[in-house]
Structure formats: structure tokens, C-alpha cells
């Protein structure tokens, strides 16, 4: 059974459309919109904005402003005194005031021993070198977040370039395959036309034969270099998932992956 196993292909290779491609800077400003690590740089770069927003507000003079009001509330027997004086002379000591648990609770809700507060506290930062550095260092991860931003992008642009042009050549290799098998098979007719009326030999046929197929793989080995050039830059480009019907389904959740066992 497997050696007389035979493999038959689902699918043609591709061949060279007709339509125009898209013009570069579209191909290219697709590329850039979707590149996934250009979107890694974006987000490095607005990461490394705000650790020098927040660097530099180090350096600011800072100012807070506070305000209190409290009410407060006496638990227990007090025992007052007619001069504000410690210890209380004996002939100064007053009567007793009955108190208790409810009663300071009573007195804190009617605000009879209120406190008032109020202040402000200013720091200004003088020869902070510390955070002087760290605002120098901060801004100079972001320059070269930015650089890195704009490394990729040349890269992803000249990539895209690469690609649109690998596949204008493919589509000109497979067209002159095609061509060359043409001519070969115009070759071979004739030999056996000239065999058929004895002014060939065999010989003859069977080199045409084999120059037939040789040509028949090379149109072959361009229409499969023209597929894999058309699916690099629907990569590149970010058409990929779209040109090809690919969907990657929804992520795994650990419930899913538990199911799975």
C-alpha cells in the first residue's frame, strides 16, 4: 500500500494575478499600523514620557496645605478647680461633675470640646543631584526608546520594500518559465513531427522529452518561490490573517487549558 501510495495536491500554486499591488506607502503604512513590535516600541516610549514627567515633577517645589477640626469627649469623674492652677488649692476645688461613657459620647456629637487645626507645609528641593540624575537617566532611555522606535520602522519599510520587489521579480521568473516550457514543447512537437517522417531519431525525442520536463520544473520552482514571495509580504504587510481567511480563535483561559487535561 505505500508504494503504491500516490500523493495528490488539494491545491494549485499560486499564480501571478493581473490586478496592480497596492501602492508602497499604503502596503508600508499598514505594515507600520500592525507590526506587533512596533507597537512593543510604542508602548516603550510612552512608558519611558511618563518616568520623566514623573522625574522632573521631583523636582518641583511642593507645597501642601492641611486643615483639621475635631470634637472630643471626657469619660469618668472630673474634679474641677476655680484657678488654673496645678496642683488645685484645696479652698479652689469645686464640686464634682457626674460623667460617663454616654455622656462623653453626648459630648463629642454636641461638639462641646471642639479642636481646630490648620497649616501648610512647603518642600523646595535645593541640589537634589539624586533625582537631577535619575531625570537625566529617564530622559535618556526615552531618546533611546525613540531611536529604537525609529530603527524598526525603517526596518519594517525597507522590508516591505524588499518584499514588493522579491515579488515583482517572482512574477516575471514564473512568466518566463512559462515561456521557456512553451518553447520546449514547441521543441518537442517538432522532433516528433520529424521522427514521425523518419528525419529524426529517437535520440532527439527523448532529449526534447527531458528538456520538456526540465522546463516543466522550472515553472514548478518559480510558481512555488512566487507563493512563498506572496505570503512574506502578506506578512510583512500585515494582510496576512486578512488575505488568507486566518482566524486564531479566542485565547486559552486556564479553565479551557484544565479542560483540555
Known sequence: NVIAARVVTTQALPLPQQTTLPELKQMVTRAVNFSPKLAEDRINVSNNDLAVKVRKDTLLPSLTLFASYTSSGVAGVGVNCAVATFPCPAGSVLGTLPAGFG???????????PDYGVGFALSVPVWNRTNRADEATTE??????????????NAVTEQVNEDRIELEGQMAQVQAAENAEKLFQQALDNS??????????IDEVEAAEVALVNAQKGVVAAQQAYAIAQVTLAKDSGTLLDEYNISL?????????RNLH
Open 103 to 113: 455622656r462623653s459620647v453626648g459630648d463629642i456629637f454636641s461638639y462641646k470640646a
Open 140 to 153: 535618556l532611555q526615552a531618546a533611546a526608546a525613540r531611536v529604537t522606535l525609529q530603527k524598526d520602522e
Open 192 to 201: 516528433r513531427s520529424k521522427y514521425s517522417l523518419g528525419k529524426g531519431t
Open 249 to 257: 480563535g479566542q485565547p486559552l483561559t486556564p479553565q479551557s487549558i
